[in-house]
């Protein structure tokens, strides 16, 4: 006969071991330990990471051109160019680097050895010169100038410094010349004169990060280091990823229309004197005179942008008869605007690798004149 007792209740589940490792308690000591080899690994790093910038391992060893990541690295990178033989400091835009080649399909080791400032340098090295880029993507004149000062303090003797500048026709354009755009990194601004251009809004954002990458060689180096891999941007380093993969996004006709587009007004503006980047370059003209060894140069353009000759003819005027009275007869100027024919051309102002080998025999030459 079936019972009616109910069924016994089930047992509770033993509580969960929360003991780590499990079964064994907890050992403060071993949180200790793994917080002290942190601390320890991190001032090696910074030691072995000062001790690499002080020798300059990181630029005898890594191409940089074409990257700037903060001021104290910048300093320390010219400070050491400046200390080696018959040293020369290449200043401009993106002309001078990789971006554009590698725009346009070539690999990252080919884009970085056939870039106009990869060029000047080999050949200058074989005469005993050392020549330092310190060019980057989107530079405009103040930014040129903020860099000029600094080589200027790092080697003050007329003798010991060489300077390119590598003028291009966009940074005078009309949606450059406002004050608060006449910059292309806020972190240069500490290296202009007082009220130059407008300062940052906010104070936090600007010193922190500054300070921070100020004491610390090895965020320096790890922006450095980060910078070879997400070249020019980590943007631009995904979406070649994805071109890869995918494929080109986009019809080539539609965007080299809408490059016509943007690039136009770079032709056609009236470039003003007023202008903030054109005091800019008073002041850097004005400084160079006091050096022998200084030379200035507006890069080549592809003929076949430029929908408005004559003006562009205008604007090369006014610039030539302002270098030439600002250099006061001790820099030397040269338009090269119209050196080169359209093939040469990867677009309206970057050349093929085979336009930067040829770019950069003259501009050797010009340079031994």
């Known amino acids: 006969m079936a019972s009616d007792a109910p069924d016994p209740a089930p047992e509770p589940d ?11 308690p907890f050992d403060p000591w071993l949180l200790l330990a793994a917080a002290a080899t942190f601390v320890v690994l991190s001032l090696a790093s910074e030691v072995a990471s000062r001790r690499a910038a002080r020798s300059g391992f990181w630029y005898r060893r890594l191409d940089f051109a074409g990257t700037v990541t903060s001021l104290p690295e910048l300093k320390e990178r010219i400070r050491w160019a400046a200390a080696q033989p018959r040293p020369a400091f290449l200043l401009g835009d993106s002309v001078l ?23 000047v340098r080999r050949r200058a090295a ?3 010169r050392h020549v330092e880029s310190l060019a980057a993507d989107g530079m405009l004149v103040a930014d040129l100038e903020a860099v000029s000062r600094l080589t200027r303090d790092a080697a003050p003797e007329p003798n010991r410094r060489l300077l390119l500048l590598i003028l291009n026709v966009r940074m005078f354009a009309s949606e450059f010349q406002e004050p608060e755009k006449s910059l292309s990194r806020e972190f240069l601004a500490g290296a202009l004169p007082s009220g130059a251009v407008p300062p940052p809004e906010s104070f936090l954002e600007r010193t922190v990060p500054e300070w921070a990458v100020e004491h610390s060689a090895l965020l320096r180096a790890s922006a ?19 071109e890869r993969v995918l494929g080109a996004d986009g019809d080539p006709e539609i ?11 770079y032709y056609r503006d009236r470039w003003d004197l007023s202008s903030t980047g054109f005091r800019s370059l008073d002041r850097t003209l004005r400084d160079l005179a006091a050096t022998t060894s200084a030379v200035v140069v507006l890069t080549p353009q592809n003929p076949d942008f430029v929908d408005d000759p004559e003006a562009l003819r205008r604007n090369r005027a006014t610039l030539d ?30 050349l093929t690798a085979a336009g930067n080998r040829e770019y950069a025999g003259e501009l050797l030459r010009l340079i031994e004149e």
């Open 224 to 242: 450095m280091l980060k910078s070879l891999w997400y070249f020019p941007t980590r943007r631009d380093f995904f979406r070649r990823v994805a």
């Open 14 to 24: 033993p509580a969960p071991d929360r003991s780590w490792p499990r079964g064994k």
């Open 321 to 350: 008869a302002f270098v030439r009275s600002r250099g006061l007869g001790r820099v030397r100027y040269r338009d090269w605007s119209e050196r080169f024919p359209s093939d040469r051309f990867l677009d309206h102002c970057h």
């Open 255 to 265: 965007q080299e229309a809408a490059l016509r587009l943007k690039v136009a007004g």
């Open 126 to 128: 074989r005469d005993g």
């Open 97 to 119: 680097g990789a971006s554009a080649l590698l725009e346009h399909g070539a690999k990252a080791a080919a884009a970085r050895s056939g870039t106009l400032a990869a060029f």
